[in-house]
């Protein structure tokens, strides 16, 4: 199989179902930016295995990543499909979890954090940032399926979960964090 088919050359794309829509189509916008946001997270994980520490997290973080494929398989969908299983809770679960976790062994925020080093952390809080955009996206699609509420609620919940994994880091690779004071 070639990985260039041509018919995307006029500016157009298939959704899963089969409706063709300009590549500026709301899911389109939705599904890209979930997809910028899984490569964000294959740095964030480098930049952990360049740490030397935070294994766990890193695992996390791919199976975010493979939950991320899925909620852009969801999102190309321009109906429901029976093929596709739906986001599941538990994804949200997990990340409540994990962000009750580190929250417990971090010091209480007062101020606003301004993003910084360590690089581990920093790219946390670009990820962070990219969620935020897929989250923005997906509120703009207007027919909305069943499969985009649970959707939208775990990227919501993941744009906690990176923030508090930012913060994380800072702790464990002794890094100060850096507050804003108006």
């Known amino acids: 199989m070639k990985i260039y088919t041509k018919t995307g050359d006029c500016g157009q794309t298939s959704?899963?179902?089969g409706t063709r829509v300009e590549k500026c189509h709301p899911r389109v916008e939705a599904y890209g930016n979930v997809d910028q946001l899984i490569s964000q997270l294959a740095v964030v994980r480098s930049a952990f295995a360049e740490s030397g520490r935070l294994q766990k997290e890193s695992d996390d973080l791919l199976e975010i990543q493979k939950h991320l494929m899925q909620v852009s398989a969801l999102l190309?969908?321009?109906?429901e499909s029976v093929k596709l299983q739906?986001?599941?809770?538990a994804w949200t679960a997990f990340l409540e979890g994990e962000i009750d976790r580190m929250s417990a062994l971090l010091?209480?925020?007062?101020?606003?954090v301004i993003p910084g080093p360590p690089m581990a952390a920093a790219q946390c809080h670009i990820a962070r940032t990219e969620c935020r955009r897929c989250e923005r996206s997906m509120v703009a699609i207007e027919s909305r399926t069943c499969y985009?509420?649970?959707?939208?609620?775990?990227?919501n919940r993941l744009s906690d979960y990176l923030y508090t994994l930012a913060r994380y880091v800072c702790m464990v690779l002794g890094c100060k964090?850096?507050?804003?004071?108006?």
């Open 15 to 17: 959704l899963v179902g």
């Open 76 to 79: 190309a969908c321009d109906r």
């Open 86 to 89: 739906p986001a599941d809770p």
């Open 107 to 112: 010091e209480p925020q007062k101020y606003f």
């Open 148 to 155: 985009d509420s649970e959707c939208l609620q775990y990227i």
């Open 177 to 182: 964090e850096e507050n804003w004071i108006p």
